[in-house]
């Protein structure tokens, strides 16, 4: 096998190769470089990935286009980048860190593995090995030297988790990352188009302290099944690489594909970056009975994409096509846990509280979360019960039986837009909820309010004086995108209730710890509010109950 793919390397022009190695990549900075490199020898690169939260099936993503980079005979270092899981924020407590380490390498050499990538091209390097040593770290201090505060904070903007009052330790982020560049001895590295920022300050500032620059290839960012980025700590818009078949199609199945769109859709994008790389051939074939009018067969991705945004394929057809693609490239990574005594206890001691909160789940009997809290009796009761979310308000009316009372359509991102009741009259004009996004707490228990069943409420900032304003998450959130509180990410300590159980006054205990800080930013026991594009806000009222 090994020196079939060599003959097959050897075998491919100049042109060729650069072809592999940049199709399908958003950008390239240094394409020329590229082409050089590959006339004389094999290009040298890497991919880094920081362990933090439990890698997801968009990993195949970069995956694929490494089995790219080794079909044109590139020579590929993976780095575990366990020190930067740690200074992103704590996203990886440094007790947990060596573990994280080792469920990672499990995980990518198992994921490489099921899209037929050969483990032994590959060199795996985990951070710590170097940049420990005490030339890394006098080169970190010497680059420190001539990087503003301001430049580094822009560099890690998109990668690094952004809060009120970063820590020191997010500001080295990107200086880190420049250096893993030298110390790996690379030509290039890859990386999501989210890491450009880190890539320029690297082109900037290495050959400030002597080193050189480096060629920059770019991923396009997938996105994630409700419509944003596939994060780790939004359970709802990545699928786990141990989930199980069933919750795999249950998730694909609410995934947000609506027909004919096809600027923001993640299923049709898998198809195009993993599915078809995989398959090895360009064609794509959806399976359909007979009585359904039988496969579909599409030449390319182009035609599947035109055909879709004609609306000439159901987005069902195209989900159930992926889900089935999907669980063949997954089985033998679950099956491999299932079978192993040591993964499952590597994977209780990477993720504590993620596999206490998923064994309470079962237990409970609940699919995707606790029924009325019954699973979750033995979790904490803190922010990460609560299901907040972004929703925008489509209408707004008065209350035909109430004077206090407007009743709202929501979009969350789902099938159908919520009906939602608030006692807002008088306090906020219609104008100030009509197409504004507001943080919606989802899992209350329906109430029936004068007549009309209200299916969530709408979490607004109450001052003393009574002045009461909305929570607005970032303008360019989408409706679902997830709020959550840094420490109490889904990854961490489970999902949220599926319905909070009134009996056991969930709401009300965590409602004491919410207000806002004096940056009118929403809080819970002083940790801000977040999405993925940043801090949810009231417009001016500081220190307020949050109800």
Known sequence: MASADASACS???????????????????GEEKVREIVAQRDLQLYWGTATTGRPHVAYFVPLCKIADF?????????????????????????????????????????????IGVPLDKLHFVKGTSYQLSKEYTLDVFRLSTSVTLHDAKKAGAEVVKQVDRPLLSS???PLLQALDEEYLKVDAQF??????????????????????????????????????????????????????????????????????????????????????????????VIERLEKHGGNLIF??????????????????DLKNAVTATLNR??????????????????????????????????????????KDGAANVTREVDFSRLNVRVGRILSVEKHPEADKLYIEKIDLGEEEPRTVVSGLVGRIPPEGLQDHNVAVLCNLKPANMKGVKSHAMVMCAVAEDGTTEILEPPADCKPGDRIFVEGFELD????????????????????????????????????????????????????????
């Open 70 to 114: 080794l079909r044109a005979g590139c020579k590929v270092t993976i780095l575990f980048a366990d020190l930067h899981a740690l200074l992103d924020n704590m996203k990886a407590p440094w007790d947990l860190v060596a573990k994280r380490v080792q469920y990672y390498e499990v995980i990518i050499k198992s994921m490489l593995e099921s």
């Open 191 to 284: 990386g999501g188009v989210d890491q450009r920022k880190i890539f320029t300050f690297a082109q900037e500032n290495l050959p400030g302290i002597g080193y050189g620059k480096r060629i920059h290839l770019m991923n396009p960012m997938v996105p994630g099944l409700t419509g944003g980025k596939m994060s780790s700590s939004d359970a709802d818009s990545k699928i786990d690489m141990l989930d199980s078949a069933d919750d795999v199609k249950s998730k694909i199945r609410k995934a947000f594909c609506e027909e004919g769109n096809i600027a923001e859709n993640g299923v049709l994008m898998f198809v195009k970056y993993v599915l078809i790389p995989v398959s090895g051939k360009e064609e794509f």
């Open 329 to 370: 490239l997954m089985e033998p990574i679950r099956q491999k846990f299932a079978t192993s005594a040591e993964l499952q206890e590597l994977l209780l001691s990477a993720y504590p509280e993620a596999a206490k909160a998923s064994a309470a789940a079962g237990e409970g009997g609940a699919k995707g979360g606790a």
């Open 492 to 547: 961490k300590v489970g999902e949220p209730d599926e319905v909070l159980n009134p009996k056991k006054k969930v709401w009300e205990q965590v409602q004491v710890d919410l207000k806002t800080n004096g940056e009118c930013s929403a809080t819970y026991k002083d940790k801000p509010w977040l999405t993925a594009l940043g801090p949810v806000r009231a417009k001016s009222v500081q220190g307020a109950a949050i109800r």
């Open 299 to 316: 030449p390319n991705f182009e035609a599947l994409e035109q055909a879709f945004g004609k609306k000439e394929v159901y987005p069902l």
């Open 11 to 29: 075998a491919l022009s100049t042109e060729e190769k650069v072809q592999l190695i940049t199709r399908n990549l958003q950008e390239v900075i």
């Open 171 to 173: 500001i080295l982020y």
